[in-house]
């Protein structure tokens, strides 16, 4: 009996929570020793599964970093459109807290220079927006680039550390057809250019080849939209199930509402595929998040200025 006291008061005192344990315990006054240690060593081999076992689940944020002055019709960002109807621009990074330790940064903004036009409103730089939701700069392991026009690459000085992720084909157009003669390098920078051959010198680039690929546990990218050379976008594993991040594959609520493509694309038949797509690999249309739209901030809950939760 003396041993049997000893271990109840053990157990109350290690697992206060586990109630359902301690009233076994009690009724199990003249279960034999045996029993009750098997017990114990049961539910000790259970706690110590779910908490060393990570889920590969992730937090998903969409940050406004940048919005557009004015609003756009919607013939302009998809053409056949109803003339009717308009859309208002905004500018976001996507930041992902993982249950594995993962904190990865998707797409990296614009630097303040690139922003001083009449196009633009309300510019904050893209590491100060992490710092609403206390993200350190140096915190982050992993950024994935969508594709390389400014408005998503240009913020990479900011962010010194993780590793890189970005399509192969795109990287070899970025870095290199974009400037051969005649090529078409609309929304491309040279110095985004300079600043991702030094990620790569650096050892940081690490460079994905195709479609549906898991890059990292719970996150998968998909190509096919052709926004740029080889545009990418993400399939995330979330607690509110799966969620498409498509960045610029595809730029508003109003495309994949409308399987619309957008201008900016050099197959758009190949979009308008890619937006289909995105609908079956994600039931609810609302959590295919688009690279532009305004209306994020309104579908999901503030968490902080410029900042929602996407659940
Ligand atoms: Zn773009």
């Known amino acids: 009996m003396l041993i049997e006291s000893f271990i109840l008061r053990l157990i109350r005192t290690s697992f206060p929570n586990l ?30 599964v779910s908490f060393s076992q990570p889920r590969n689940v992730y937090d998903i944020y969409a940050l406004e970093y940048l919005k557009g002055s004015s609003r756009t019709p919607a013939s302009v960002i998809a053409p056949g459109a109803d003339p009717k109807d308009s859309v208002d621009f905004s500018y976001f990074i996507w930041y992902l807290n993982g249950d594995n330790g993962r904190k990865v940064l998707v797409d990296a903004g614009m630097l ?14 893209p590491d100060l927006m992490l710092k609403r939701i206390n993200v350190n700069v140096n915190d982050i392991t992993d950024i994935i680039f969508t594709h390389p026009h400014s408005d998503h690459i240009n913020g990479l000085e900011l962010f010194p550390t993780g590793t890189i992720w970005m399509q192969k ?25 300079k600043c991702i051959i030094q990620a790569n010198l650096d050892g940081r680039l690490q460079l ?18 052709r926004h740029t ?13 799966k969620v498409l991040l498509a960045s610029d594959d595809s730029w508003f609520y109003y495309n994949s509402d409308h399987f619309l493509s957008i201008p900016l694309t050099s197959d758009k038949e190949a979009y308008a595929k890619e937006l289909r797509r995105m609908k079956i690999l994600v039931g609810d249309p609302r959590l295919i998040i688009p690279g532009h739209d305004a209306l994020v901030l309104e579908r999901f809950k503030k ?9």
């Open 19 to 48: 109630s359902k344990i301690h009233t076994l315990v009690y009724s199990l006054t003249f279960y034999n020793m045996k029993q009750i240690l098997s017990i114990i060593a049961m539910n000790l081999m259970l706690l110590s």
């Open 112 to 125: 303040e220079d690139r922003t001083k036009s009449s196009n633009y409103l309300n510019y904050v730089r």
């Open 169 to 193: 084909k795109d990287f070899a157009y970025f870095v290199g057809d974009a400037w051969q003669k005649g090529a078409n390098h609309l929304g491309l920078d040279k110095q985004d250019v």
């Open 208 to 225: 994905v080849d195709g479609d549906s690929i898991e890059i990292i546990p719970g996150i998968r990218v998909f190509i096919g939209s």
């Open 229 to 241: 050379f080889e545009s990418q976008h993400l399939l995330v594993d979330s607690n509110a199930g």
């Open 303 to 311: 968490v902080a200025e410029g900042v929602v939760r996407i659940q």
